[in-house]
């Protein structure tokens, strides 16, 4: 009897330790590029939210600061994802290393979906870009964001001479308007809204990309958008798919719910507390949700950076878009 009850334990073990839980399958690790600011809130929103959990990816995320560090880092494979990417930037990069910037997602700017614009600190004289002329002005740092900034001067007849403009970290654009060390610039979100919010710039003029590059203020300005590189893609297909899908849910969730989203940008970006409700969404659309009328005005993006040097060879935009 005894030898009988000790079948039934060993039994037992070896019923319960088959269907005992295993370990939790390891997460995928995506290596991530993000630059802290406001158009990088799908990253934040994913994470926060438990969307790239969901897909069972795992970000590690590295803090680059614009559209060159993320450049390099891509090109040298130390990054699968730019969270966000300047559109000029990366076509330039497909160029030097066809494929090293898949764009998944895009970010539309224009005069509602506030990001680029070009603000003067309080006490310059100044009502609009043309009355720029003699002004010391600042840039948003890389080629991409330099040169534009130069050509929606130019569109406003304030031509090279008139002006100095030189490139500057964004993290100094705040104190440079507070210290008056420049009369104005061109930035991007949360930076001026935390100039108006201090009471040390304002805003000229916002949308400047749709309105003076693209020629048709209504238009979307895709300038940047989240990019991975082929290398991802085509070495670890199914996590890239997976990546893609968590930060689908992400722009889903941000359309549906914008100012619930926003909260995600206090503690993840440069945005302070008191900052984060003047701070505007984008028009964030996925790759393959793109109208033909969009991927039009994205093509015209590519056309002037074409047109201006930050492209050197005229770029499919189709080419870059990359569908899951």
């Known amino acids: 009897m005894k030898s009988f009850n000790l079948s039934i334990f060993a039994i037992a073990v070896l019923v319960m330790g088959g269907i005992a839980p295993g370990p939790a399958a390891a997460q995928d690790k995506v290596s991530v590029g993000v630059f802290p600011v406001s158009s990088s809130l799908p990253y934040f929103v994913a994470l926060e939210r438990g969307f790239f959990k969901e897909q069972n990816i795992e970000p590690e995320m590295t803090k680059l600061m614009g559209g060159p560090p993320n450049v390099a880092a891509m090109m040298t494979n130390q990054i699968e994802v730019s969270a966000v990417l300047v559109t000029l930037e990366g076509l330039n990069a497909n160029v030097k290393k066809p494929g090293v910037a898949m764009y998944i997602a895009l970010n539309s700017q224009t005069k509602v979906w506030k990001m680029e614009q070009f603000v003067v600190r309080n006490g310059f004289k100044a009502e609009t870009i043309a009355d ?135 503690k993840n970006t440069f945005t302070p507390d008191n900052i984060v409700d003047m701070v505007s969404m984008l028009g964030y659309v996925m790759a393959d949700e793109m109208t033909a009328t969009q991927i039009g005005d994205l093509q015209k993006l590519a056309d002037f950076g074409n047109s201006i040097g930050v492209v050197p060879e005229k770029a499919d935009v189709t080419k870059v878009l990359q569908k899951f």
């Open 132 to 266: 720029l002329k003699g002004a010391k002005l600042f840039s948003a740092p890389g080629p991409a964001n330099l040169n534009t900034a130069k050509a929606i001067l130019a569109k406003n007849g304030v031509k090279d001479g008139d002006y100095t403009i030189d490139q500057l970290d964004m993290s100094q654009h705040i104190n440079a308007m507070t210290a008056g060390t420049f009369d104005g610039g061109y930035t991007l979100e949360p930076n001026a809204s935390m100039m108006i919010k201090a009471g040390v710039a304002r805003s000229l003029e916002a949308g400047v990309i749709a309105k003076y590059i693209l020629g048709d203020e209504s238009a979307d300005a895709y300038a940047a958008g989240c990019a991975m590189t082929s290398d991802f893609i085509h070495n670890r297909p199914e996590v890239a798919k997976h990546f893609a899908g968590a930060w689908a849910k992400a722009i889903d969730f941000i359309n549906k719910n914008p100012d619930e989203a926003r909260k995600y940008l206090a």
